[in-house]
Antibody, heavy 115, light 106 residues
Framework: QIQLVQSGPELKKPGESLKISCKASGYTFTDYAMQWVKQAPGKGLQYMGWINTQTGKPTYADDFKERFVFSLETSASTAYLQINNLKNEDTATYFC????????WGQGVMVTVSS | DIQMTQSPSFLSASVGDRVTINCKASQNINKYLNWYQQKLGEAPKLLIYNTNNLQTGIPSRFSGSGSGTDYTLTISSLQPEDVATYFCLQHSSRYTFGAGTKLELK
């Protein structure tokens, strides 16, 4: 069955970097784009952008054009989200989701940024 | 950018009630509107895509309607397992989520 399995929770200090993974299975990885969504604690969903899994080209929403990097390891059917120079406001759960409809979601990665 | 105004923010209803949740776009989104259900501590789940298409495996008590700028999610007979927060998402021009509707049992 289709699954997106994300990496585990992260605790980081301001200024550090992190890289979250999203491993896909149950379908051909390059047939669907991968999307990324942020959810701050107790808040709604915020769209971050997407990566074309055929070309590797990322597209970022306006609020995520600095410090955020989408990448792929196609041979491993895995997408990555890297966040550089972490800030307190990056504390959130980050989800990957498949395709234009965001039809399947990973379980989310809880990221805590605290000094 | 397209803005999505979702209402109500909070809804309390009884088992068996008909429930409606609304999303209004700041411009015509040509039915490119999805609905998601998020239960506490879980990832969102796609319920309906492109206004009125039920995702596989979703109960038929969920339905969607709308056009232009105004869209509605309807639960025809509320069940206890429907307690969740519901989000709309427009994907006509880029992507924008509504702020969410928290649905609880009365």
């Amino acid at each position: 069955q289709i699954q997106l399995v994300q990496s585990g929770p992260e605790l980081k200090k301001p200024g550090e970097s992190l890289k979250i993974s999203c491993k896909a299975s149950g379908y051909t990885f390059t047939d669907y784009a991968m999307q990324w969504v942020k959810q701050a604690p107790g808040k709604g969903l915020q769209y971050m952008g997407w990566i074309n899994t055929q070309t590797g080209k990322p597209t970022y929403a306006d609020d995520f054009k600095e410090r955020f990097v989408f990448s792929l390891e196609t041979s491993a059917s895995t997408a990555y989200l890297q966040i550089n120079n972490l800030k307190n406001e990056d504390t959130a759960t980050y989800f990957c989701a498949r395709g234009g409809y965001l039809g399947y979601w990973g379980q989310g990665v809880m990221v805590t940024v605290s000094s | 950018d397209i803005q999505m105004t979702q209402s109500p923010s909070f809804l309390s209803a009884s088992v068996g009630d008909r429930v409606t949740i609304n999303c209004k776009a700041s411009q015509n989104i040509n039915k490119y509107l999805n609905w998601y259900q998020q239960k506490l501590g879980e990832a969102p789940k796609l319920l309906i895509y492109n206004t009125n298409n039920l995702q596989t495996g979703i109960p038929s008590r969920f339905s969607g309607s709308g056009s232009g700028t105004d869209y509605t999610l309807t639960i025809s007979s509320l069940q206890p397992e429907d307690v969740a927060t519901y989000f709309c998402l427009q994907h006509s021009s880029r992507y924008t989520f509504g702020a969410g509707t928290k649905l609880e049992l009365k």
